[in-house]
């Protein structure tokens, strides 16, 4: 059961108390992968009156939107798992253009050799890459491709149809534009299943919507809701974890599951979680749930190449998904993407209303907005200093683990990925 007021102030003693900040994905999940090893004394600190972080889904009417984690591939095989346990069907994406045409057909318009061929370039490419970066001192030929904008190790291969599926699978869900993100980041998003599940058109989403998903499996977990944690102090064996009602809990070991410099404002940093602070850019994501009239729903998706290709101006319409029709909420319903810039919330409301405009449709009503914080992007120059080490380096230090965005990208399917490791990682080093 959910729990809002947090009682215990001091650890057993005889098994190891696990206290986790933040109960989205990554806190709920590494619960969860932790109690099905065997510990059961995990406390989870959500500051929001529900779970999922950008999970969120937004009933309207008979109809759910998801504002933020939307599709489940083959590559979410954790959760996908799950999900079968909690007997909850999944519902096809439907049709999607981009510009107009069918994705496939813009694919295929990039240069080079035939996609099943570049297909192929690209996994053997990145194996080699991804198991270089393995070692223990990975070379500094790794460390350069690591750190390169992905753009231009696709350019030195000829992936010209794989450069335009990346407009779709990254920068159309906000992981930055290709001349920008960093070959490690975004050969880790784009695995092969993601690849085989955009090209076979095998994208999935949670028919009663992730956040009840989220909820299913909180539900046997001892989370707190509205639990803000305003300290973190870790001067002494045991670590203390004191929420904004004033009420503290000492544990054995803290899992950050928030943002590093988020984490860092609640407690002294380590020079580790400095660095890691200084080594990433967090970007912005906006999506609007509105009600429009006179656009399209002959299919699902509409994606726009002006807003993905580098150099694009932020705040442009990044895509739209068709999200069904309510006449109580003024019409058909449409889930948009921004990405977020300086624009205030207000600046995007206009930006959407002229781009929707410009494309045939008239916005009617805007029912809600989410401006996420999103997709902790690595300078090119902490990569090639080895950032990724120093972020496997630092696990455990001061009872202290970490997951989420900034170790293990937005995706879901790679953050439950990320947590199964480190569960094990846990269990083996500090729990068993």
Request: hydrophobic letters at 40%.
């Given at each position: 059961?959910?729990?809002?007021?947090?009682?215990?102030?001091?650890?057993?003693?005889?098994?190891?108390?696990?206290?986790?900040?933040?109960?989205?994905?990554?806190?709920?999940?590494?619960?969860?992968?932790?109690?099905?090893?065997?510990?059961?004394?995990?406390?989870?600190?959500?500051?929001?009156?529900?779970?999922?972080?950008?999970?969120?889904?937004?009933?309207?009417?008979?109809?759910?939107?998801?504002?933020?984690?939307?599709?489940?591939?083959?590559?979410?095989?954790?959760?996908?798992?799950?999900?079968?346990?909690?007997?909850?069907?999944?519902?096809?994406?439907?049709?999607?253009?981009?510009?107009?045409?069918?994705?496939?057909?813009?694919?295929?318009?990039?240069?080079?050799?035939?996609?099943?061929?570049?297909?192929?370039?690209?996994?053997n490419a990145k194996a080699k890459l991804e198991k270089a970066l393995k070692l223990s001192s990975p070379p500094q030929w790794a460390l350069e491709e690591a750190a390169m904008p992905i753009m231009d190790w696709l350019k030195e291969r000829n992936l010209g149809k794989i450069e335009h599926f990346f407009h779709r699978?990254?920068?159309?869900?906000?992981?930055?534009?290709?001349?920008?993100?960093?070959?490690?980041?975004?050969?880790?998003?784009?695995?092969?299943?993601?690849?085989?599940?955009?090209?076979?058109?095998?994208?999935?989403?949670?028919?009663?919507?992730?956040?009840?998903?989220?909820?299913?499996?909180?539900?046997?977990?001892?989370?707190?809701?509205?639990?803000?944690?305003?300290?973190?102090?870790?001067?002494?064996?045991?670590?203390?974890?004191?929420?904004?009602?004033?009420?503290?809990?000492?544990?054995d070991q803290i899992i950050c599951a928030i943002p590093v410099d988020d984490f860092a404002a609640l407690t002294t940093p380590t020079e580790n979680e400095k660095f890691v602070i200084d080594s990433i850019i967090w970007n912005g994501y906006t999506t609007t749930l509105f009600a429009?009239?006179?656009?399209?729903?002959?299919?699902?998706?509409?994606?726009?190449?002006?807003?993905?290709?580098?150099?694009?101006?932020?705040?442009?319409?990044?895509?739209?998904?068709?999200?069904?029709?309510?006449?109580?909420?003024?019409?058909?319903?449409?889930?948009?993407?921004?990405?977020?810039g300086d624009y205030t919330g207000d600046e995007l409301k206009e930006l959407l209303i002229q781009d929707v405009s410009s494309k045939g449709g008239t916005v009617k009503n805007i029912i809600l907005q989410k401006m996420w914080k999103y997709h902790a992007m690595y300078k090119q120059d902490a990569v090639r200093d080895g950032l990724m080490k120093r972020l496997e380096a630092m696990q455990g230090e001061l009872g202290t683990w970490y997951t989420g965005a900034t170790f293990s990208y937005e995706a879901v399917s790679h953050i439950t990925r990320f947590n199964v490791d480190l569960a094990q990682k846990m269990h083996r080093e500090v729990l068993a």
């Open positions: 059961m959910l729990k809002k007021a947090p009682i215990i102030q001091s650890t057993t003693g005889k098994r190891a108390r696990i206290g986790i900040i933040g109960g989205g994905p990554a806190g709920l999940s590494i619960a969860r992968l932790l109690k099905e090893k065997g510990h059961v004394d995990t406390v989870v600190f959500e500051a929001q009156p529900q779970v999922g972080g950008k999970s969120f889904s937004v009933h309207q009417g008979g109809t759910v939107v998801e504002m933020g984690t939307c599709y489940a591939t083959f590559s979410h095989k954790v959760t996908n798992k799950w999900m079968k346990e909690y007997r909850m069907p999944m519902s096809g994406l439907g049709d999607q253009r981009f510009d107009g045409a069918d994705f496939m057909d813009y694919i295929n318009a990039g240069y080079g050799s035939a996609l099943p061929l570049q297909v192929l370039k690209y996994r699978s990254t920068t159309n869900i906000a992981y930055g534009f290709v001349d920008e993100v960093p070959t490690i980041q975004a050969l880790v998003w784009n695995d092969m299943q993601l690849i085989w599940s955009g090209l076979l058109k095998q994208l999935h989403m949670p028919a009663e919507g992730w956040g009840e998903f989220w909820n299913r499996v909180a539900s046997d977990l001892d989370v707190r809701l509205n639990a803000k944690v305003e300290t973190v102090e870790r001067t002494g064996e045991l670590s203390r974890i004191t929420t904004s009602s004033g009420e503290a809990q000492e544990f429009a009239e006179n656009w399209f729903k002959d299919v699902h998706v509409e994606a726009y190449k002006q807003a993905v290709i580098p150099g694009a101006k932020l705040g442009q319409l990044l895509s739209a998904r068709h999200d069904g029709h309510e006449a109580d909420f003024g019409g058909d319903l449409y889930l948009s993407g921004q990405l977020s």
